[in-house]
């Protein structure tokens, strides 16, 4: 058994892949984020990242990949895409997936599939797919431009020092970013903000940028990457 796709499921994901100019070495992630009443809620990714217990499937001249433990509820599965009347995105076909009937215990795995199962609270539909994946770019770029600004105390970006706690983008393109300081009294805590307010704006693709200076939780030297804990001499 395994996970496949259907001749325009590939067709669509190899169109996703070229249109966003991700490498050979994109793969398309596949699992499970929980279930409703109607099934198993999924999620889908592309992405260039793999894990070491991954398990690779090839369909369709697609890899992917699945986390153990979702394999077991996905084994068997074929995504399908659909462009008609009735939608446009990815379809899930599981033979694992049923409908739970409302306070009731869960049936027996394999019990009347579904004839479709939309991809649930993953990226749905192949606009918010492609969404999903230019978010993903776009907060690239944001962070190699956020590695450009410097703690004044430290010499170590504020990315890898960990001072940058959230970044929210929306469909827009709006940006939102949580950051802190090392210390409420650091003196840079009124022109700090404004640089990285000034720094995410100038990227390509950002609409609108808003900085929002939080102290909770603190910020602590385990939140630097090892590049920072590496450039300070920590290891």
Known sequence: ??????????????????????????????????????????????????????????????????????????????????????????????????????NSAPPTPGANPPKETAAGDGPATATEFVSS??????????????????????????????????IEISAEKDVVVDMTLTAPGCPVAGTMPPQVQQAVASVDGVKSAKVNLVWEPAWGKDRMSEVAKLQLGMF
């Open 1 to 102: 058994m395994a996970i496949t796709l259907t001749d325009a499921a590939a067709a669509e994901i190899k169109k996703i892949t070229t249109d966003q100019g991700m490498s050979d070495q994109a793969v398309l992630r596949v699992g499970i984020k929980g279930r409703n009443v109607h099934g198993f809620n999924y999620t889908l990714d592309l992405t260039e990242a793999r894990h070491d217990d991954d398990v690779i499937f090839q369909s369709q001249g697609v890899t992917i990949v699945c986390d153990p433990m979702s394999l077991s509820s996905l084994d068997g599965t074929e995504i399908n895409y659909r462009d008609d009347t009735a939608g446009r995105g990815f379809v899930f076909h599981n033979p694992n997936s049923v409908a739970l009937p409302v």
């Open 133 to 166: 994946i230019a978010n993903k770019a776009l907060e690239a770029d944001i962070n190699e431009k956020l590695r450009g600004i410097y703690d004044p105390e430290i010499p170590v970006n504020i990315y890898d020092l960990g001072l940058i706690y959230r």
